[in-house]
């Protein structure tokens, strides 16, 4: 059993209030400062009554859960609830979930990104289900006259053994709401889990199959209007002049106008990437006319001057430098291979890689690049907004809703207070929603026309004002001595705009001389997270560079590994080594197990390979044929190593997910772009992994593990890669270096 | 703009648009049936099919003028109580990951097994393959076709 304490050091404070109706709510707040600022605490009184809390447990004994973070298909408004409900002992058949309103001052982390969902509030929503319970008990005590230790629950009834007294928690709710807030609470034993560890579905999963409203897209208000943007056809262009003569006379058309989301002198957020601040945009009646409009509005574009803004990002305040020019791929591809034949950053240098290298008896030196990937979420963006004098509402789907509300407050001009987010279900997000420009011109659009109205992007204007994947390139080496024994390896990778280099992680550690170097080219193409990011490309170029190694010292590649990974963890090199060696170990063991990895299968060729990134731990292996030459992925096999699952079937729904979404990001997708225009616009050019091409059976197997749980949105997706050139060798006799391995099929 | 009566789940339904609208918009915009999914507007995603007929159709590339008298099911007309076999199957499969296709997925699936009620492997990929999952949730969808098509 562990002990938690409700407030941590200052950090926490919880509110209790009695509901309407005698149910009983609680709110808990997990405030990243240490004390609430000033501006929070004039504003608790006031919104004391219209906050929501975790739950809120009905006198008929229905418990409502909120789901506090933003719902993607990641699957967490099932499994966040699933945490809460555990700890309050109730049965999962009396529990309603709703998405939680973005509120900070309840919840924490309201962010759909870096698989963290789970990971970061396993402890609050673990604390919130727990200290409800409490408070039930204590009611029940004291309405009963005895000790509140001889109180004991089970799915949603409360017991007294010796007194064969029961009630419902509906029952005791009321009263439970006027007990102080228990200062520290226990938490269950893992193997006293009944929820955590069972399959539960989808909460939305009836309402998805029914054609509910659930999405942005769905949105819909009385009076709204429709906006569209027209934005540069090329990064590097920006809007000169409107001619709206034409578009404005079409029918259903209300307004034509320019806007810029993000003025020059207007301090950005780290998520407010966005190459195009300056666009047309015409307003209208219904979705099909404004499509119309926008075919017959005339623009004039013309190049942009470098120019700069402030970032108040991550590493705080920075200038963000945008170069002027009219890019292509070719030209990205040329410029990455010069600078990886040139010393880039030193990020990290274990040994003597020089004299290693000068010594080799042999050196295997390969280069890996992969291309711009466009998110290509089915849902469009897109975003609702009416915006006020008095306030700024804005409805849909976003990942970042604690930093869109503070930018939307910003571009406005109006108090943080005034601009209010409310989360819809996603349709995917991969990191594209991250970047919520698009929710920023919802807002300017409508304090324009003073309406609600609702952004619609086409699919055309998505792929091409997307915020990239970057492009990369990689070059690993390594040193064989003469009797074939790796003596160290160097890593120097770069991208436009960044490097995917993670210089700590494995095989950082478990080699005497290794050096890890980075190097970057500017753009002024906007770029960001894409599932796994820089893991994505990582991952496949030194997975696929050790099976590589492994054949040329003459061993299996899973053995390889695996004494790779026994020297990291009994003799690391290094300190500053990410990963625990044990448990990647651990997923590679298990593969080869389910796999029955060393059995030959006629006419199947097999691929491993295996990634630590976002906290958890996997290993792939892959199985495929050649069907006229091209592959034909049959089996996968995926052992993950997250800590506790929370919801296996779930889990391994995000799995296969995880191995179609790369398996076809690896043979088939690209976005390129010739003097600043995006080739490829809708989905007859860009090229997707569609139902024939998915294999046909995908076996997940978890580690059993007690170790509180890490996420699995994107660690899952890296490795396959790599799996797949591994399998791919097997079956042509050549190495895949080049993403996508099969452009033109 | 002109009149348009349309046969919609079983009930008429008359609509003022100009006769070039898509289908889907006019489900989406005008109808406020939004069960039915934007993803590409030009028939390569198959977020938007609908039954024309008994035929999976994608209704972001079908002007309402050529509609006519053919009946038109949607997502929301598939099942009166959201129990049809494939919508069972899809739940019992818990195929969604962020469910955004999905209704294109079962309507694509629902024709199949009208025309085909016990397809192949081949013939499911072969009915199936104008319908895009960036979740990549095809695995599941498949079992889930073949766990319907199996009662
Ligand atoms: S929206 Fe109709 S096929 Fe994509
Ligand atoms: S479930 Fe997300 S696109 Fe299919």
């Not at chain 1, 990641?74 to 979930?97: G, R």
């Not at chain 1, 262009?237 to 034509?256: C, F, H, N, Q």
């Not at chain 1, 002024?524 to 991952?539: L, Q």
């Amino acid at each position: 059993m562990t002990k938690v304490k409700t407030t941590y050091n200052r950090r926490t404070f919880l509110k209790t209030t009695a509901l309407a109706g005698g149910g009983m709510l609680l709110s808990f707040s997990w405030l990243a400062a240490c004390a609430p600022s000033k501006q929070q605490v004039a504003q608790l009184p006031k919104n004391w009554f219209n906050l929501n809390g975790y739950l809120k447990i009905a006198e008929n004994g229905q418990v409502t859960i909120q789901s506090p973070n933003p719902e993607i298909g990641q699957n967490v408004k099932t499994s966040m609830p699933m945490i809460v409900a555990e700890e309050l002992d109730v049965d999962w058949k009396q529990v309603i979930v709703e998405q939680a309103p973005l509120n900070t001052d309840i919840f924490s982390r309201q962010i759909a990104g870096g698989s963290q969902s789970i990971r970061q509030s396993w402890k609050a929503l673990r604390t919130a289900g727990a200290t409800a319970r409490q408070m039930l008990r204590e009611a029940a005590a004291a309405n009963w006259k005895v000790p509140v230790t001889e109180i004991t629950t089970d799915k949603g009834i409360l017991f007294h053994k010796n007194s064969g007294k029961s009630a419902t928690y509906g029952e005791m709710a009321a009263a439970a709401a006027a007990i102080p807030v228990p200062k520290e609470v226990t938490l269950k034993d893992v193997k006293d889990f009944k929820i955590i560890g069972t399959s539960r579905k989808n909460v939305d999963g009836q309402k998805i199959v029914t054609g509910k409203p659930l999405f942005g897209l769905d949105y819909q208000r009385e009076g709204m209007l429709i906006a569209m943007i027209v934005h540069p056809p090329a990064f590097g262009l920006t809007l000169k002049s409107i001619d709206d003569s034409e578009a404005r006379k079409m029918p259903g058309i209300r307004e034509v106008f320019s806007i810029n989301t993000y003025p020059a002198t207007m301090t950005r957020g780290a998520f407010d990437v966005d190459a195009f601040p300056e666009m047309a945009v015409i307003v209208g009646n219904s979705t099909w006319e404004v499509m119309q409009a926008k075919k017959a509005l005339k623009v004039s574009w013309e190049p942009i001057k470098p120019y700069s803004f402030e970032m108040d990002g991550w590493r705080g305040k920075t200038t963000v430098n945008v170069p002027a020019g009219l890019e292509s791929s070719e030209t990205h591809s040329a410029k990455m291979a010069e600078l990886a034949a040139q010393p880039g950053k030193v990020l990290r240098k274990d040994g003597d890689p020089d004299t290693a290298f000068k010594n080799a008896a042999t050196i295997i030196e390969r280069h890996y690049t992969a291309p711009f990937l466009a998110h290509n979420t089915m849902e469009p963006m897109n975003f609702f907004a009416h915006v006020t004098d008095e306030k700024a509402e804005l409805v849909g789907p976003i990942q970042t809703p604690e930093f869109m509300e503070k930018s939307v407050a910003a571009r406005l001009g109006l108090p943080l207070e005034k601009v209010d987010i409310q989360m819809t279900r996603m349709g995917g997000g991969f990191g594209r929603r991250l970047y919520g420009h698009f929710l920023v011109e919802a807002a300017v659009i409508s304090q324009k026309i003073k309406a609600p109205v609702k952004l619609i992007y086409t699919r055309e204007d998505d792929m091409t004002d997307g915020v990239y994947r970057p492009a990369y390139h990689v070059t690993y080496r390594a040193a064989l001595d003469a009797n074939k024994q790796l003596l160290a390896i160097h890593v120097r990778g770069g991208g436009v705009p960044d490097s995917p280099v993670h210089a700590n992680r494995f095989p950082a550690g478990a080699i005497d001389n290794y050096l890890a170097e980075e190097w970057s080219v500017a753009t002024n193409i906007s770029t960001g997270a894409f599932r796994a990011p820089g893991s994505n490309f990582i991952a496949s170029a030194e997975q696929s560079f050790l099976d590589e190694v492994a054949e040329a010292m003459g061993k299996d590649p899973i053995d390889m590994r695996l004494e790779m990974l026994q020297r990291a963890q009994s003799k690391p090199v290094g300190e500053k080594n990410d990963y625990d060696a044990a448990r990647y170990a651990g997923v590679l063991k298990l593969v080869k197990e389910k796999a029955a990895w060393g059995s030959a299968k006629p006419g199947v060729h097999r691929g491993v390979s295996a990634y630590f990134c976002h906290n958890s731990y996997v290993a792939n292996v892959l199985e495929l044929h050649l069907k006229d030459g091209k592959p034909v992925v049959d089996k996968a096999y995926c052992a993950i190593d997250c800590g506790i699952v929370v919801n296996p079937d779930a889990a391994a729904n995000m799995a296969e997910g995880s191995v179609v979404d790369a398996i076809g990001h690896a043979l088939y997708s690209k976005l390129t772009l010739k003097e600043g225009v995006p080739e490829q616009t809708n989905f007859h050019e860009y090229r997707m992994i569609r139902h024939h091409e998915a294999p046909k059976n995908i076996e997940v197997h978890f580690v059993k593990s007690d170790v509180d749980p890490t996420g699995l949105g994107e660690p899952i997706y890296p490795p396959v890669f790599a799996a797949l050139a591994n399998a791919l060798y097997k079956a042509t006799g050549k190495r895949f270096y080049n993403q996508p391995f099969f452009p033109e099929y | 703009m002109a009149q348009f009566k349309l046969k919609i789940n079983g009930q008429w339904r008359e609509v003022d648009v100009d006769p070039a609208t898509p289908l889907l918009w006019v489900l989406r915009d005008h109808l406020q049936m939004v069960g039915t999914k934007f993803g590409c507007g030009m028939a390569q995603c198959g977020a938007c099919t609908v039954h024309l007929g008994k035929t999976a159709t994608r209704s972001c590339v079908l002007p309402v003028s050529a509609v006519g008298d053919s009946p038109v099911t949607t997502i929301e007309g598939l099942s009166e109580n959201g129990d049809h076999p494939l919508q069972k199957a899809w739940l019992e499969m818990d195929v969604p990951q962020c469910g955004y296709c999905q209704a294109g997925q079962i309507m694509s699936a629902a024709a199949l097994l009208k025309s085909n009620p016990h397809p192949s492997d081949e013939e499911i990929d072969a009915a199936m393959m104008g319908n895009i999952c960036r979740c990549g949730t095809y695995t599941r969808i498949k079992k889930a076709i073949k766990t319907a098509a199996a009662k």
